[in-house]
């Protein structure tokens, strides 16, 4: 495992650790188990289907980052990205292009 591999598990195990120690210090009836620790979003609860489909595909949220519906951090969210393309190419179509001169031989 190179030096990078290891400097992320560590961050994402301190991370984890960080977040449930967060929601254990809690009061019992006050732990939802979904949150943030040092910026990044968690949730530890079980989601439905539907909700881990909607990370991954949701055209109602124009962010193309989601937090993941379950585990730690953020997934894709690839209905923005298709969006985002189509915004960029619809774009690159109306711009109006220079007409050649035509070449004299």
């Not at 591999?5 to 977040?19: D, E, H, N, P, R």
């Not at 079980?46 to 997934?75: F, Q």
């Amino acid at each position: 495992m190179g030096k990078l591999s290891s400097f992320m598990t560590g961050v994402v195990t301190g991370l984890t650790a960080a977040a449930i120690g967060q929601e254990l210090a809690k009061k019992p009836e006050e732990r939802t188990w979904k949150g943030k620790v040092a910026g990044v979003p968690y949730n530890f609860r079980l989601s439905d289907w539907s909700d881990i489909a909607r990370e991954y595909w949701n055209p109602a949220n124009e962010s193309i980052l989601a937090p993941h519906a379950i585990g730690l951090g953020w997934g894709i969210n690839f209905a923005a990205v298709v969006q985002r393309v189509r915004q960029f190419s619809e774009a690159r179509l109306e711009e109006p292009r220079p007409i050649p001169e035509p070449v004299e031989r």
